[in-house]
């Protein structure tokens, strides 16, 4: 497959994979300087100032010239018109956490720049980072404990299943001897099929020669589904037993931000009984308006925006209490709190 739009400007150490109409995109790797993530209180504050100007500012502008703004962006036209009323894309929310100095010269110009580096695409890189961790985390201690189990993650509506291979990077930087010589699967569950497809490439370019995951036993899957037939689910947990197996799950950007009530406690319980005990559920959650700072309280309705549920971490941990959940551990950021999920002991106990 030949690139139709090739990154001119590689970054040394980084990999490059193509997208299915021959983008050439890096691949995100959050243990490469290049995509390191930490942001302080100040930058914070700052950036949710900037947002609510901005969206006060956009509000202002004639709308012939808004839309020519968001046609000539591929970033905010991914957000605000592919996106409108519905769901993210994997590939757009893919594109909005690369970050604006990773963004190829080819493709994106400098509004683009200018949007990566706002306040929405800075929540997607910064739930992306703490999914993962929280995975890593929790995998260690099973993986140490169990050095000849194949290690499973599962990923519901993940598109590309960059926490997931992130969490591959993460554990082999601070851990090699946890993943070599260790059969590895990653199946992603979306009815998407570009995320997927760029995600299999992705993964090939960091097994290769000199790649970082260099040596590795990793293979992809790609299951179409659809969350609100969790019937299918189920049937392939039954078909691919993972009772031997390290396991895990996440949803980042999916099934916990877009899902309605019955389809997270559907999948949620057909996730509790056909994975292993130690199995945990990693996602993020967005915040209500309870807990949402004030200056964002007033930007929840903008139009054109994706259909974002304000679901808030009270309501989401009964939701996952119906289906035998417990959260174990949350991580905060400023529109959406990362979750780590555990099963409880017994249901309704």
């Known amino acids: 497959m030949a690139a139709t739009i090739p990154e001119l400007n590689r970054k040394p150490g980084v990999c490059y994979a193509l997208t299915d109409d021959g983008l050439e995109l ?25 947002f609510v100007a901005s969206t006060q500012r956009l509000a202002t502008l004639d709308p012939a010239v808004l839309k020519g703004m968001i046609q000539s962006s591929r970033l905010m036209r991914g957000m605000l018109v592919d996106s409108a009323g519905t769901y993210t894309s994997g590939m757009t929310c893919y ?24 306040l929405t ?14 995975l890593a985390d929790r995998l260690t201690s099973p993986l ?27 554990l082999h930087r601070e851990h090699p001897e946890l993943l070599a010589g260790r059969r590895i699967i990653l199946t992603v ?44 689910l189920e049937r392939w947990l039954h078909e691919h037993p993972l009772s031997e197996a390290v396991a895990a799950g996440s949803t980042e950007g999916g099934l916990f931000e877009f899902a309605r009530d019955e389809d997270i406690t559907a999948n949620l319980s057909v996730l509790r009984e056909g994975t292993p005990e130690e199995f945990v559920m990693v ?17 929840e309705n903008i139009k054109g925006r994706p259909a974002i549920r304000y679901l808030g971490l009270t309501a989401f941990a009964a939701l996952a209490s119906q289906a035998g959940w417990q959260i ?19 249901v309704g106990g």
Request: net charge negative.
């Open 26 to 50: 890096p691949v995100i790797d959050i243990t490469h300087p290049a995509f390191a993530f930490e942001i302080s209180d100040t930058e914070t504050g700052a950036l949710i100032d900037a």
């Open 95 to 118: 594109l909005h956490k690369l970050g604006p100095d990773n963004l190829g010269d080819g493709y994106a110009g400098p509004v683009d720049r200018q949007w990566a580096g706002s």
């Open 121 to 134: 695409p800075v929540t997607f890189r910064w739930r992306m980072r703490d999914v993962v961790h929280l």
């Open 144 to 170: 140490r404990t169990h050095p000849e189990a194949s290690l499973h993650l599962l990923n519901i509506g993940g598109g590309p299943a960059a926490d997931s291979l992130n969490t591959l990077l993460v």
């Open 189 to 232: 569950f979306d009815l998407d099929r570009e995320g997927p497809s760029f995600g299999a490439r992705a993964l090939a370019a960091l097994l290769a020669e000199d790649a970082p995951l260099q040596g590795l036993n990793v293979a992809f899957h790609d299951v179409e589904y659809d969350w609100s037939k969790p019937e299918a």
């Open 283 to 299: 996602g993020p959650v967005v915040r209500d308006a309870s807990t949402l700072d004030p200056r964002l309280k007033d930007t």
């Open 328 to 346: 174990a551990r949350h991580l905060d950021g400023p529109m959406h709190q990362v979750v780590c999920l555990e099963k409880r002991l017994a």
